[in-house]
């Protein structure tokens, strides 16, 4: 089946010690995206890729790096990861028709990597 | 701005009760909706989706909504529910141009016996 797939589940580092996360997608969307989400909280966009297009949110801390080498493959790196980061992390995809263009097309999401920063 | 609000940050049914999750949108154009579940530890699952066609969307596991344009609205239904209900749910609005979602702040259905 295709899918959204995202290791590893379970995450634990160290204060400051950098961490990556990964997702990988057999659905062949252009579109990817990362989601952080607290505890009780809705999902918060940190950045998506269109195509190798980044575009990253606002309000992103520059401590979230994003990578995306292929159509297939998206890294979420923390450089410096604060206990205020430990969160689940969701990597979504979709298709998107083009720049300009609203899109109705559903999001699939991955299990999420809980992280845990000690 | 596109956002969504939903009343009710949790909400309790007996098995076999109806569900009524509640949506209001905040939109200056037609909006898309959706309706996503999330069991624990684990990632979203659409339910279900309006994009202005219908306005009664059915969806998965006996879910539906109505998009009601004069009360901004998108509640999420369910005739009766069952056990294997019990989840966060959360309603989202696309916003943008780039098939960005705003997602509400969830609500948490617990089914009891």
Request: net charge positive; with cysteine; proline share 6%.
């Amino acid at each position: 089946d295709a899918m959204v797939i995202q290791n590893p589940r379970y995450q634990v580092t160290q204060f400051g010690k950098p961490v990556t996360l990964s997702c990988s997608q057999t659905l062949n969307h252009n579109v990817m995206y990362w989601y952080q989400q607290k505890s009780s909280q809705a999902p918060k966009l940190l950045f998506h890729y269109y195509d190798k297009d980044f575009n990253n949110e606002a309000d992103t801390p520059d401590n979230f790096q994003s990578r995306r080498p292929n159509t297939s493959f998206c890294f979420l790196d923390i450089r410096s990861p604060g206990l205020g980061d430990a969160a689940m992390y969701l990597c979504a995809t979709s298709k998107f028709p083009g720049q300009g263009i609203p899109s109705t097309d559903t999001q699939y999401f991955g299990p999420g990597t809980r992280l845990t920063v000690l | 701005a596109q956002s969504v609000t939903q009343l009710g940050s949790h909400v309790s049914v007996s098995e076999g009760a109806l569900v009524l999750l509640r949506c209001n949108y905040s939109s200056s154009v037609p909006p898309y909706l959706f309706w996503y579940v999330q069991y624990p530890n684990q990632g979203l699952q659409l339910l279900l989706k309006y994009t202005s066609a219908a306005t009664l969307v059915k969806g998965i596991n006996g879910f539906e909504a109505e998009f009601k344009k004069s009360e901004t609205s998108f509640h999420l239904t369910k005739p009766s529910a069952h056990m294997s209900d019990a989840a966060e749910y959360f309603c989202a609005v696309v916003t943008g141009t780039a098939s960005k979602l705003t997602f509400g702040t969830g609500t948490r259905l617990q089914v009891t016996l």
